[in-house]
Protein backbone atom coordinates (compact mmCIF):
# COMPACT_ATOMS: atom_id res chain seq x y z
CA UNK A 1 0.00 0.00 0.00
CA UNK A 2 1.10 3.35 -0.99
CA UNK A 3 0.71 6.35 0.82
CA UNK A 4 0.66 9.73 -0.27
CA UNK A 5 -0.71 13.60 -0.90
CA UNK A 6 -2.62 15.06 -3.30
CA UNK A 7 -1.16 17.89 -5.39
CA UNK A 8 0.51 21.65 -4.14
CA UNK A 9 -0.32 19.46 -0.63
CA UNK A 10 -0.41 22.01 2.88
CA UNK A 11 1.86 20.92 5.46
CA UNK A 12 -0.76 19.20 7.79
CA UNK A 13 -1.53 17.02 4.71
CA UNK A 14 1.94 15.95 4.27
CA UNK A 15 2.68 15.37 8.23
CA UNK A 16 -0.74 13.58 8.51
CA UNK A 17 0.17 11.10 5.40
CA UNK A 18 3.64 10.34 6.94
CA UNK A 19 1.76 9.66 10.12
CA UNK A 20 -0.62 7.31 8.42
CA UNK A 21 2.36 5.76 6.88
CA UNK A 22 4.39 5.00 10.29
CA UNK A 23 0.84 4.12 12.09
CA UNK A 24 0.22 1.11 9.40
CA UNK A 25 3.49 0.40 8.19
CA UNK A 26 2.49 1.73 4.80
CA UNK A 27 5.08 3.03 1.66
CA UNK A 28 5.32 7.24 2.17
CA UNK A 29 6.18 8.30 -1.56
CA UNK A 30 6.24 12.39 -2.11
CA UNK A 31 3.56 13.34 -4.71
CA UNK A 32 5.61 15.68 -6.60
CA UNK A 33 3.43 16.54 -9.85
CA UNK A 34 2.98 12.95 -10.75
CA UNK A 35 -0.28 11.56 -11.77
CA UNK A 36 -1.32 8.15 -9.41
CA UNK A 37 -1.08 6.35 -12.51
CA UNK A 38 2.54 6.80 -12.51
CA UNK A 39 3.23 6.65 -8.85
CA UNK A 40 1.79 3.16 -8.94
CA UNK A 41 4.10 2.12 -11.58
CA UNK A 42 7.38 3.77 -10.38
CA UNK A 43 6.73 2.28 -6.98
CA UNK A 44 4.83 -1.48 -7.97
CA UNK A 45 1.86 -0.73 -6.04
CA UNK A 46 -1.31 -1.67 -7.48
CA UNK A 47 -3.25 0.60 -3.79
CA UNK A 48 -2.51 4.14 -3.31
CA UNK A 49 -4.42 6.29 -0.28
CA UNK A 50 -4.14 9.90 -0.99
CA UNK A 51 -3.92 12.31 2.12
CA UNK A 52 -5.55 15.38 0.72
CA UNK A 53 -6.50 18.57 3.35
CA UNK A 54 -10.12 17.98 3.35
CA UNK A 55 -10.60 14.32 3.34
CA UNK A 56 -8.66 10.78 2.14
CA UNK A 57 -8.96 8.86 -0.86
CA UNK A 58 -8.35 5.37 -1.76
CA UNK A 59 -7.41 4.18 -5.31
CA UNK A 60 -7.98 0.58 -5.80
CA UNK A 61 -6.07 -1.01 -8.38
CA UNK A 62 -9.09 -0.91 -10.99
CA UNK A 63 -8.77 3.02 -10.67
CA UNK A 64 -11.89 3.28 -8.56
CA UNK A 65 -11.97 6.03 -5.64
CA UNK A 66 -13.61 5.13 -1.75
CA UNK A 67 -13.68 8.20 0.49
CA UNK A 68 -15.91 8.62 3.40
CA UNK A 69 -19.40 10.22 2.67
CA UNK A 70 -22.54 9.82 5.15
CA UNK A 71 -24.08 8.59 2.03
CA UNK A 72 -27.63 6.69 3.46
CA UNK A 73 -27.19 7.81 6.92
CA UNK A 74 -27.93 11.77 5.17
CA UNK A 75 -30.89 10.13 3.77
CA UNK A 76 -32.27 8.56 6.91
CA UNK A 77 -31.74 11.07 9.00
CA UNK A 78 -33.77 13.87 7.01
CA UNK A 79 -36.48 11.13 7.45
CA UNK A 80 -35.53 10.82 10.84
CA UNK A 81 -35.82 14.84 11.52
CA UNK A 82 -39.34 14.78 9.49
CA UNK A 83 -40.87 11.92 12.13
CA UNK A 84 -40.26 9.39 9.78
CA UNK A 85 -39.11 5.86 11.06
CA UNK A 86 -36.23 3.50 10.30
CA UNK A 87 -36.25 0.02 9.54
CA UNK A 88 -32.77 -0.54 11.61
CA UNK A 89 -34.03 1.37 14.61
CA UNK A 90 -37.51 -0.50 14.72
CA UNK A 91 -35.79 -3.73 14.42
CA UNK A 92 -33.40 -2.72 17.37
CA UNK A 93 -36.22 -0.95 19.86
CA UNK A 94 -33.43 1.67 20.53
CA UNK A 95 -33.62 3.81 23.46
CA UNK A 96 -32.18 7.13 24.39
CA UNK A 97 -29.05 6.15 26.44
CA UNK A 98 -28.07 2.60 24.87
CA UNK A 99 -25.15 1.65 24.69
CA UNK A 100 -24.55 -0.18 21.22
CA UNK A 101 -21.22 -2.36 19.50
CA UNK A 102 -21.47 -2.23 16.04
CA UNK A 103 -18.61 -4.68 15.01
CA UNK A 104 -18.97 -4.58 11.24
CA UNK A 105 -18.35 -0.56 10.49
CA UNK A 106 -17.65 -0.43 7.47
CA UNK A 107 -17.94 3.98 6.39
CA UNK A 108 -20.03 4.01 9.67
CA UNK A 109 -23.14 4.79 7.95
CA UNK A 110 -25.42 2.73 10.19
CA UNK A 111 -23.35 3.35 13.11
CA UNK A 112 -24.50 7.09 12.66
CA UNK A 113 -28.05 6.45 12.59
CA UNK A 114 -27.26 4.68 16.18
CA UNK A 115 -25.49 7.41 17.59
CA UNK A 116 -28.56 9.55 16.49
CA UNK A 117 -31.19 7.69 18.12
CA UNK A 118 -29.07 6.91 21.82
CA UNK A 119 -28.16 10.48 22.08
CA UNK A 120 -25.51 12.56 23.95
CA UNK A 121 -26.33 10.27 27.05
CA UNK A 122 -25.40 6.58 25.24
CA UNK A 123 -22.95 5.08 23.41
CA UNK A 124 -22.11 3.66 19.63
CA UNK A 125 -18.44 2.02 19.69
CA UNK A 126 -18.03 0.84 15.94
CA UNK A 127 -15.12 -1.72 15.28
CA UNK A 128 -13.76 -2.62 11.85
CA UNK A 129 -10.38 -4.63 11.26
CA UNK A 130 -9.26 -3.40 7.60
CA UNK A 131 -7.19 -0.18 8.15
CA UNK A 132 -8.54 1.80 4.70
CA UNK A 133 -12.48 1.45 5.42
CA UNK A 134 -10.98 2.56 9.33
CA UNK A 135 -8.92 4.80 8.53
CA UNK A 136 -11.33 6.99 5.89
CA UNK A 137 -14.32 6.99 8.72
CA UNK A 138 -11.58 8.02 11.37
CA UNK A 139 -10.71 11.21 9.32
CA UNK A 140 -14.07 11.39 8.09
CA UNK A 141 -16.03 11.04 11.19
CA UNK A 142 -14.43 13.94 13.09
CA UNK A 143 -13.75 16.32 9.69
CA UNK A 144 -17.03 15.70 7.56
CA UNK A 145 -19.28 18.75 7.24
CA UNK A 146 -22.68 17.78 6.42
CA UNK A 147 -24.57 20.83 7.08
CA UNK A 148 -27.34 19.01 9.14
CA UNK A 149 -26.17 19.59 13.17
CA UNK A 150 -27.86 16.47 14.00
CA UNK A 151 -26.18 14.46 11.57
CA UNK A 152 -22.52 16.02 12.31
CA UNK A 153 -23.12 15.90 16.31
CA UNK A 154 -23.83 11.95 15.75
CA UNK A 155 -20.68 11.65 13.92
CA UNK A 156 -18.26 12.85 16.07
CA UNK A 157 -19.81 10.72 19.24
CA UNK A 158 -18.74 7.91 17.56
CA UNK A 159 -15.93 5.85 19.51
CA UNK A 160 -14.16 4.41 16.99
CA UNK A 161 -11.83 0.97 17.30
CA UNK A 162 -10.08 -1.07 14.77
CA UNK A 163 -9.87 -4.39 15.86
CA UNK A 164 -11.57 -8.05 14.90
CA UNK A 165 -15.02 -8.01 16.28
CA UNK A 166 -15.00 -11.40 18.06
CA UNK A 167 -11.66 -10.36 19.93
CA UNK A 168 -13.48 -7.22 21.47
CA UNK A 169 -16.56 -8.96 21.95
CA UNK A 170 -13.72 -11.48 24.32
CA UNK A 171 -12.60 -8.52 25.95
CA UNK A 172 -15.74 -6.90 27.70
CA UNK A 173 -18.01 -8.32 30.69
CA UNK A 174 -21.21 -9.76 30.38
CA UNK A 175 -24.11 -8.15 29.62
CA UNK A 176 -22.01 -4.62 29.35
CA UNK A 177 -23.95 -3.28 26.39
CA UNK A 178 -27.41 -3.24 25.33
CA UNK A 179 -27.42 -4.21 21.39
CA UNK A 180 -24.82 -5.79 19.09
CA UNK A 181 -25.48 -5.21 15.69
CA UNK A 182 -23.71 -6.99 12.72
CA UNK A 183 -23.77 -5.94 8.89
CA UNK A 184 -21.49 -8.33 7.31
CA UNK A 185 -20.34 -7.94 3.81
CA UNK A 186 -22.88 -9.71 1.55
CA UNK A 187 -21.46 -12.69 -0.11
CA UNK A 188 -23.14 -11.78 -3.09
CA UNK A 189 -22.89 -7.95 -4.75
CA UNK A 190 -25.21 -6.14 -6.33
CA UNK A 191 -24.91 -5.60 -10.07
CA UNK A 192 -23.18 -2.63 -10.90
CA UNK A 193 -22.22 -2.10 -7.25
CA UNK A 194 -20.88 1.24 -6.23
CA UNK A 195 -19.40 -0.46 -2.98
CA UNK A 196 -16.73 -2.67 -5.07
CA UNK A 197 -13.80 -1.09 -3.28
CA UNK A 198 -14.99 -1.54 -0.15
CA UNK A 199 -16.09 -4.99 -0.98
CA UNK A 200 -12.71 -5.65 -2.05
CA UNK A 201 -11.43 -4.50 1.14
CA UNK A 202 -13.72 -6.14 3.81
CA UNK A 203 -13.97 -9.32 5.74
CA UNK A 204 -15.65 -11.98 3.66
CA UNK A 205 -15.67 -14.46 5.80
CA UNK A 206 -19.07 -15.78 6.93
CA UNK A 207 -20.02 -14.99 10.60
CA UNK A 208 -18.75 -17.10 13.04
CA UNK A 209 -20.61 -18.82 15.54
CA UNK A 210 -18.34 -18.08 18.24
CA UNK A 211 -18.86 -14.65 17.60
CA UNK A 212 -22.43 -15.02 18.00
CA UNK A 213 -21.99 -16.86 21.58
CA UNK A 214 -20.13 -13.30 22.36
CA UNK A 215 -22.46 -11.52 21.47
CA UNK A 216 -25.11 -13.33 23.35
CA UNK A 217 -23.04 -13.05 26.77
CA UNK A 218 -22.52 -9.23 26.14
CA UNK A 219 -25.83 -8.34 25.08
CA UNK A 220 -28.29 -7.08 27.72
CA UNK A 221 -31.49 -6.76 25.27
CA UNK A 222 -30.84 -7.89 21.48
CA UNK A 223 -28.47 -8.69 18.55
CA UNK A 224 -29.10 -7.47 15.31
CA UNK A 225 -28.27 -9.29 11.89
CA UNK A 226 -28.46 -6.96 8.84
CA UNK A 227 -28.71 -9.48 5.63
CA UNK A 228 -30.19 -10.20 2.25
CA UNK A 229 -34.28 -11.25 2.59
CA UNK A 230 -33.33 -15.03 1.30
CA UNK A 231 -30.02 -15.49 3.16
CA UNK A 232 -29.89 -18.67 5.30
CA UNK A 233 -27.83 -16.91 7.74
CA UNK A 234 -30.81 -16.05 9.85
CA UNK A 235 -31.67 -19.48 10.38
CA UNK A 236 -27.26 -21.05 10.52
CA UNK A 237 -26.91 -18.20 13.57
CA UNK A 238 -29.99 -18.13 15.19
CA UNK A 239 -31.92 -15.10 14.59
CA UNK A 240 -35.74 -14.76 14.02
CA UNK A 241 -36.14 -12.65 10.78
CA UNK A 242 -39.19 -9.81 11.17
CA UNK A 243 -40.56 -7.77 9.35
CA UNK A 244 -40.65 -4.45 10.84
CA UNK A 245 -43.43 -2.46 11.60
CA UNK A 246 -42.18 0.15 8.71
CA UNK A 247 -40.84 -2.43 6.68
CA UNK A 248 -41.74 -2.61 2.85
CA UNK A 249 -42.48 -5.81 1.97
CA UNK A 250 -40.49 -5.46 -0.86
CA UNK A 251 -37.42 -5.08 0.75
CA UNK A 252 -34.37 -7.22 -0.55
CA UNK A 253 -32.27 -5.57 2.74
CA UNK A 254 -33.85 -6.96 6.36
CA UNK A 255 -33.09 -7.60 10.12
CA UNK A 256 -33.22 -10.79 11.79
CA UNK A 257 -33.15 -10.34 16.01
CA UNK A 258 -31.92 -12.06 18.81
CA UNK A 259 -33.76 -11.13 21.91
CA UNK A 260 -31.58 -11.70 25.21
CA UNK A 261 -33.71 -9.48 27.69
CA UNK A 262 -34.97 -12.23 30.31
Known amino acids: MLVTTGINPSPQSVTLSKQISEEFEMLWVPRGNRSLVKLKMLHQQSHILIVGDHELRYL ?4 QFMFFHPSMAMVRM ?3 LKGEKDNMLDASLVQEGDQIIDCTMGLASDAIIYSHAVGHTGKVIALESAPIPYLLAR ?3 VTYQSGVPEL ?3 MRRIQLIQLDHLAYLKSI ?3 SVDIVYFDPMFREAAAGSAMKPLRELAEHQALRIEAIDEARRVARRKIILKEQKNSGEFSRLGFEYRMGTYSNRTAK ?3 GVIDCDG
Not at 60 to 63: C, G, K, P, V, W
Open 60 to 63: DQDE
Open 78 to 80: KRL
Open 139 to 141: EGL
Open 152 to 154: QEA
Open 173 to 175: PDR
Open 253 to 255: IVY
